[in-house]
């Protein structure tokens, strides 16, 4: 009977958990949602010289759809301060020119790792106005507390 | 001696007279470097809760980077590791009739060889050379010092890996044919996955010496990373091992009850052995330059090392329901208040296991590929990773001690101690339920980790974290008070308490147990199927790392 | 007709010992608190999406 009753939960168990699988593999595989995970590189060294980021900033590529090349650096974000339309889809394509940094924006889903050499996409559409904190959530430094910026959002 | 002895352990096995007092002096100093790194540790917790909270602001010769570092370093490495190395030496030595001296011998080199390396570990760290935290991710670069004394400890932990096996080796020449006892067992588990999860950290660390002191120009910032979490993810599941050894094998008997069936623990020991390293990336999981279908290889078997988990509530829940109904217990739950909450041999390791409940749900959410996009770098993880180490393993050690301690010092644990322990395990959970849970709260706010202030300028955000931040302070001094008791607690056990035997609590089988099959012990396959299982999740992205490798990048201080 | 009888009281009592009811409600509770936490931090999930 105690055989019997483990082989039931064990059953359960792991079927709840390939139901958790099923509904992420389906997201990241069928649409599109898994984490940011670019696969471009760059010499962290000669990051200013090389497109895009000799041209850091806010573009506007297409209806109310933008892309942000941003670089970032102990102890701050380039382009900061950024503004863009309610319902603006932005692309975020950033990379470090010196440490491991994280860049996230609470109350949302943007949360990537930039690594030096390597550049990270993730995008966001923002459906609500308001002025988002963003910040380094990676340890970079004594500063790393001070590295933040804002999207506000209209 | 040596043939009276084996005499002893084939008439005899139960009755051996636990740990030698050779034996003994190993673990008791191992145990006494882990109570103090716990209470140095502990303090420096403390120190960053009111940090965080923003009751106190450090000054700059001791900033809060270095006092994490610190505080990651003693506690996630020195007092895990020592108490480990304590608590399973001294099971090797019961279980297999006393250590060979040349294993002695090597647990002594282990000890010297991190003793040496922790000195110069801290040393930098207090001297700002290594404010690099506990993961020390490259580019950030540490004094060559800091990386050489990391090499130390680890040598240290190889010497004891090496010891056990060839204690090991040589109990099962001379016993052809015999089941290896369980806490021998589960020793060799620990030991096997943590000479495997090292290799990574290490081969890591000695690309970084000579790129910290300028001999390599620059240095993969990918690879480094991936090297340190094959290591880092594993480690947690090696005191995970350890617990669980102590949940099997002695709880059982401190309650009154029977082991679990010994083939199912070893088949769980044998599950967490293989499936391990492989979960690396759900450390991870944003990080660029690894495919989606590489990272949701990790999902999956950081999702595997669930199941043997999954077989240990189920195994824990019948060994107390079958227990307690023994004892009287009437009814669905009855059996419950049957069991020994007043003895703190049980109640540390009982609710170090139920945390493990929130623990391991925690762990699955965090694991979820996108979902972690909610939690990473946030104070989730962080209210995570203390329910995990901090409770289910932390307070299983600290309910080892109420037993081990007295028995390797030939001591006794008096009531009034029990008393204490139990007043320590209270304040303990409560201050990581308070702690712990504000937390995980914050976190899905957004509250980030690692960093010593968040009040960003005063952004709205931020504001809202405030509340939280202060119950981080409230839960750490609550668990810096538990520190203090239990390394009391620990001291007292060892010098001053009454003398007297205390025994080695190893739970009998049931007396319709089948016999454990043989299988079990062939450890030759499991390493292979270790070897394979890394190879699957590993070989791919790291090969795709180097070849295509961005140019590397220099070392920075930006601290 | 003796036999019978106890049988009837030894039975319940043996059931009693031999009852797993506990361990069920108790796994049971582990697969709620795992499939609760994951549903929660899915829901933000989506929410913020």
């Not at chain 1, 106005?129 to 001070?146: D, K, S, T």
């Not at chain 2, 509250?447 to 931040?469: C, I, K, L, N, Q």
């Amino acid at each position: 009977m105690q055989h019997r009753l483990e082989e039931i939960w064990m059953t359960i168990s792991v079927g709840i958990l390939v139901v958790f699988m099923i509904i992420i593999g389906y997201q990241t595989f069928a649409l599109g949602m898994g984490p940011p995970s670019h696969s471009e590189t760059i010499d962290p060294q000669k990051v200013e010289q090389i497109a895009p980021f000799d041209d850091p900033g806010v573009k506007e590529i297409a209806e109310n759809e933008y892309e942000v090349v941003m670089i970032l650096q102990s102890f701050g974000f380039n382009p900061s301060n950024i503004e863009v339309p309610v319902g603006a889809e932005v692309h975020f394509t950033m990379t470090s020119k010196d440490v491991t940094h994280g860049f996230q924006v609470p109350g949302t889903n943007i949360n990537a790792m930039v690594m030096p050499g390597h550049i990270q996409k993730i995008s966001h559409t923002f459906k609500e106005p308001g002025n988002y904190l963003v910040i380094c959530n990676e340890y970079c430094g004594i500063g790393h507390q001070a590295m933040s910026t804002t999207i506000t959002v209209k | 001696m040596e043939q009276s002895l084996r005499e002893t352990i084939h008439e005899n096995p139960k009755k051996i007279l636990g740990v030698n007092s050779q034996d003994a002096k190993v673990s008791l100093s191992y145990l006494t470097v882990a109570f103090v790194s716990l209470l140095i540790g502990g303090i420096l917790g403390l120190v960053q809760g009111l940090e965080r909270a923003g009751l106190i602001q450090l000054p700059s010769w001791l900033n809060y980077y270095q006092v994490l570092t610190a505080h990651g370093l003693l506690l996630l490495v020195v007092f895990t590791a020592t108490f480990s190395i304590g608590y399973l030496y001294a099971n090797l030595s019961h279980a297999l009739g006393g250590l060979l001296p040349k294993v002695r011998k090597l647990a002594w080199t282990g000890f010297v060889l991190m003793i040496i390396g922790v000195a110069m570990v801290v040393t930098m760290i207090v001297l700002n050379e290594a404010s690099v935290l506990y993961t020390f991710y490259p580019p950030l670069a540490a004094h060559p010092i800091f990386y050489i004394g990391l090499v130390f400890v680890v040598l240290g932990i190889w010497a004891c890996c090496f010891g056990v096996f060839i204690n090991y080796r040589h109990w099962r020449k001379n016993h052809p044919g015999e089941v290896t006892p369980i806490l021998a067992f589960f020793t060799m588990g620990v030991f096997v996955l943590w000479f495997f999860a090292s290799l990574g950290v290490t081969i890591e660390v000695f690309t970084l010496i000579p790129w910290s002191m300028g001999l390599v120009e620059t240095t993969n910032v990918m690879v480094a990373r991936t090297l340190f979490w094959w290591f880092g993810h594993t480690l947690v599941n090696i005191w995970y091992l350890v617990a669980i050894s102590a949940w099997y094998v002695f709880v059982p008997r401190i309650i009154g009850g029977r082991h679990f069936s010994d083939k199912l623990i070893r088949l769980v020991v044998i599950l967490v052995v293989i499936l391990n390293i492989p979960g690396g990336f759900h450390h991870q999981i944003i990080d660029p330059a690894i495919s989606q279908s590489i990272k949701f290889l990790h999902v999956f078997m950081s999702l595997s090392i669930a199941v043997p988990s999954l077989m240990t509530a189920f195994a824990m829940f019948v060994v107390f329901e079958r227990t307690g109904r023994r004892l009287g217990g009437k009814g669905l739950l009855g059996w419950l208040k049957k069991l020994p909450w007043g003895d703190v041999r049980f109640l540390a390791p009982m609710i170090a296991m139920i945390s493990f409940i929130f623990g391991g749900a925690g762990g699955i959410v965090n694991t979820s590929n996108q979902l972690n996009q909610v939690i990473h770098n946030t104070m989730w993880v962080v209210g995570h990773f203390h329910i995990t180490v901090g409770v289910s393993v932390v307070l299983t050690f600290f309910g080892i001690c109420y037993w081990l301690i007295p028995h390797l010092s030939k001591r006794k644990l008096t009531p009034k101690m029990n008393k204490i322990g139990i007043i320590q395990t209270l304040i303990w959970t409560v201050g990581m339920i308070i702690m712990s849970g504000s937390m995980h709260i914050v976190g899905l706010l957004g509250d980030p980790r690692r960093t010593s202030d968040t009040t960003y300028g005063g952004h709205e955000a931020a504001a809202s974290w405030v509340p939280f931040e202060m119950l981080f302070a409230v839960g750490a001094t609550l668990l810096l008070i538990g520190v203090i008791i239990q390394v009391y607690a620990v001291f007292n056990m060892m010098f001053f308490a009454p003398k007297g035997n205390t025994e080695y609590p190893v739970a009998e089988p049931e007396d319709d147990e089948t016999p454990t099959p043989m299988w079990t012990e062939r450890w030759g396959l499991w390493i292979v199927l270790l070897l394979m299982v890394v190879a699957m999740a590993y070989v791919v992205p790291i090969v795709d790392m180097l070849l295509n490798a961005p140019p590397g990048s220099p070392p920075i201080r930006t601290w | 007709m003796e036999t019978t009888k106890t049988l009837k009281t030894e039975k319940p009592e043996k059931y009693d010992e031999k009852s797993l009811k506990g361990t069920i409600v108790s796994v049971g509770f582990v697969a709620a608190v795992i499939v609760v936490m994951w549903v929660a931090v899915f829901w933000i999930y989506m929410e913020r999406v």
